[in-house]
C-alpha cells in the first residue's frame, strides 16, 4: 500500500436507503479509506432520530456489531480503539451504519452458531448463510452485499449505511539509509538526528531504541510521537556529545498495540584521530569514482607551472 497521508475528515452524505438528506457519516482516521492496526477509528454522524444505531465489522475473519442510543438532537459516536484495530486482518473492510427504521425495530440481525458460522435473520427467522467467520475473505464486499439486499425485503424498513476501509499492517520507514541500511556515518561529539515517516497515526507513539552492535547492549531508549503533515514524519534527536564510538542498531516502531512494523538501521559513529596536541578530524569521503590521484593531480600541475613562471620571471628581472 501507498504511504498513508496525514489524519483527515471524510464527509459522506447519507441520503442512501431513505435516510434524512441532512444526514452526514464523517470516518476519521489516519488517511484517506485507510486504517493501520493500532490506529483510532470515529464514525459520527446525525439525524438518527428512531432510538438506537448499531454499526456491523466485517473483515478478514472478523466480525463485531456495536449499539449505541444517540442524543436527543440524533447525534451518535461510534469509536473504534487501537485494542480493536490491532486484531484487523490487512484487507478490506465494511462498516455498515444500520438505522431500526420508523418502527424502532431491527429486523436485520446476526445469528452467531457455536461452529464459529454465521446466518442474517429477518425477525428471528434464517434469510441467508454467511458462513464461517474465520473463513471471510480479504474482498468484503460479496459478504457486505449479502446483509445490504436483505434490508430491501419486503415489510424491512431497516436502513444500511455501508463505509469501506483497507487495513494496512504498521510500517516505518528511515531517510538517508542506503540500499545496506546504513545511516551517514557521525563522529563522536556530533548531535544525533534520524527522521522518517510511518502510516501509523498521528494518535500514536513510535518506540525508539538504539543497541551497540557488538555487545548487544541498550544504549538508550525512548518514545517520540508521530506528526501528520503532508505525510506522518517522527524525528529522533540526540544532543551532543552524542555516542561514543562505535556500532549501533537502531530500531523504530509501534510497541504499545503491537509489534509489528518496525524498522532498523546500522548507524557507525567514528572517532577523532589525535596525533600530539592537535586533533586529525577524517575527512569527507570521494565522490564514487574520483580517487585521490585525480584530485591531487590538477594540483601538482598548477604547482609545476606556477614555479616555471616564477623561475623565468626570475631570470628575465636579473638580465
Request: glycine share 10%.
Amino acid at each position: 500500500m501507498k504511504p498513508r497521508t496525514t489524519a483527515v475528515t471524510l464527509l459522506v452524505l447519507l441520503v442512501v436507503l431513505g435516510l434524512p438528506a441532512s444526514a452526514t457519516l464523517t470516518a476519521v482516521a489516519s488517511g484517506s479509506g485507510t486504517i493501520v492496526k493500532a490506529d483510532t477509528v470515529t464514525l459520527s454522524g446525525t439525524g438518527a432520530v428512531n432510538g438506537s444505531v448499531t454499526l456491523w465489522i466485517i473483515g478478514q475473519n472478523y466480525f463485531a456489531t456495536k449499539t449505541i442510543t444517540p442524543d436527543k438532537k440524533g447525534n451518535y459516536t461510534f469509536i473504534i480503539k487501537p485494542e480493536e484495530t490491532t486484531r484487523f486482518s490487512a484487507g478490506e473492510y465494511a462498516f455498515l451504519i444500520q438505522d431500526p427504521g420508523a418502527d424502532r425495530s431491527f429486523e436485520i440481525g446476526p445469528l452467531l452458531w457455536n461452529d464459529g458460522s454465521m446466518r442474517i435473520t429477518d425477525r428471528g427467522k434464517v434469510i441467508a448463510n454467511i458462513g464461517a467467520i474465520s473463513s471471510f475473505p480479504m474482498d468484503i464486499s460479496p459478504v457486505a452485499s449479502i446483509i445490504l439486499n436483505a434490508s430491501v425485503l419486503p415489510d424491512v424498513d431497516d436502513t444500511f449505511t455501508p463505509y469501506y476501509f483497507y487495513v494496512e499492517e504498521p510500517a516505518v520507514h528511515f531517510n538517508r539509509v542506503n540500499d545496506a541500511g546504513n545511516l551517514p556515518d557521525l563522529t563522536t561529539g556530533e548531535a544525533l538526528l534520524i527522521t522518517g515517516s510511518t502510516n501509523v497515526g498521528p494518535e500514536n507513539q513510535l518506540q525508539v531504541t538504539i543497541r551497540n552492535t557488538t555487545s548487544g547492549d541498550l544504549v538508550t531508549s525512548q518514545t517520540i510521537p508521530v506528526v501528520g503533515a503532508n505525510s506522518n514524519q517522527w524525528t529522533y534527536s540526540l544532543d551532543e556529545p552524542g555516542l561514543p564510538a562505535g556500532k549501533y542498531n537502531v530500531t523504530v516502531g509501534e510497541q504499545k498495540y503491537t509489534t509489528q512494523g518496525s524498522a532498523s538501521a546500522q548507524l557507525t559513529v567514528r572517532e577523532y584521530l589525535i596525533a600530539g596536541n592537535s586533533t586529525f578530524i577524517p575527512q569527507p569521503e570521494l565522490p564514487a569514482g574520483v580517487t585521490t590521484y585525480g584530485v591531487l593531480l590538477p594540483l601538482l600541475i598548477s604547482g609545476a607551472a606556477l614555479a616555471i613562471i616564477g623561475i623565468i620571471m626570475l631570470v628575465s628581472l636579473r638580465k
